[in-house]
T-cell receptor, first 113, second 111 residues
Framework: EPEVTQTPSHQVTQMGQEVILRCVPI?????FYWYRQILGQKVEFLVS????????KSEIFDDQFSVERPDGSNFTLKIRSTKLEDSAMYFC???????????FGPGTRLTVL | RKEVEQDPGPFNVPEGATVAFNCTYS??????FFWYRQDCRKEPKLLMS???SGNEDGRFTAQLNRASQYISLLIRDSKLSDSATYLC????????????FGTGTRLKVLA
């Protein structure tokens, strides 16, 4: 069964450093998303991506964040200068159509020290 | 009013019990509704989509009441392996159909 994969599973970084979180969505999906979940809190939407551009972003997704689909398979989330409050689980998700069920990757746990 | 509201629990129930979770959502234009299950520090996994006609999958039954903007999940004959957090998810009609999550309801099934 096809699945969304994410790397790394855990990333530890120093405050102010740049991190890139990587995702490989399900191959025939067209809609891609990043969500995050701070420990003990609910899952929050960050950004959606379709047709090689951002289709919607939340207030959380400020200038420090960017997304890219550099080739036909990878979908990346970059945080330029990490803050302590960026520590969270980051989940990538993909869907075949915009109303379709979204399938989530296993997440990257980001720890900012 | 929160976009998606759930009772956070925890619900502690004995094995074999029937347990029901409820969820309300604020945007009447929402079109798609789901229950996801999340184990500790893992990704949300789809449990079932929710339709107006109601749907059942084994021990799990989901119902949608559009008029009341209310979604429910019933688990019959609870198993120890059902212990998890159950997330009510609504697909935002904003154009990108991003997911809006409830805080989740924690279920612990006791032996």
């Amino acid at each position: 069964e096809p699945e969304v994969t994410q790397t790394p599973s855990h990333q530890v970084t120093q405050m102010g450093q740049e991190v890139i979180l990587r995702c490989v969505p399900i191959s025939n999906h067209l809609y891609f998303y990043w969500y995050r979940q701070i420990l003990g809190q609910k899952v929050e939407f960050l950004v959606s991506f379709y047709n090689n551009e951002i289709s919607e972003k939340s207030e959380i997704f400020d200038d420090q964040f960017s997304v890219e689909r550099p080739d036909g398979s990878n979908f990346t989330l970059k945080i330029r200068s990490t803050k302590l409050e960026d520590s969270a689980m980051y989940f990538c998700a993909s869907g075949g159509r915009h109303t379709d069920t979204q399938y989530f990757g296993p997440g990257t746990r980001l720890t900012v020290l | 009013r929160k976009e998606v509201e759930q009772d956070p629990g925890p619900f502690n129930v004995p094995e074999g019990a029937t347990v029901a979770f409820n969820c309300t959502y604020s945007n009447s234009a929402s079109q798609s509704f789901f229950w996801y299950r999340q184990d500790c520090r893992k990704e949300p996994k789809l449990l079932m989509s929710v339709y107006s006609s109601g749907n059942e999958d084994g021990r799990f039954t989901a119902q949608l009441n559009r008029a009341s903007q209310y979604i429910s999940l019933l688990i019959r004959d609870s198993k120890l392996s059902d212990s998890a957090t159950y997330l009510c998810v609504v697909n935002s009609p904003s154009g990108t159909y991003k997911y809006i999550f409830g805080t989740g309801t924690r279920l612990k099934v006791l032996a």
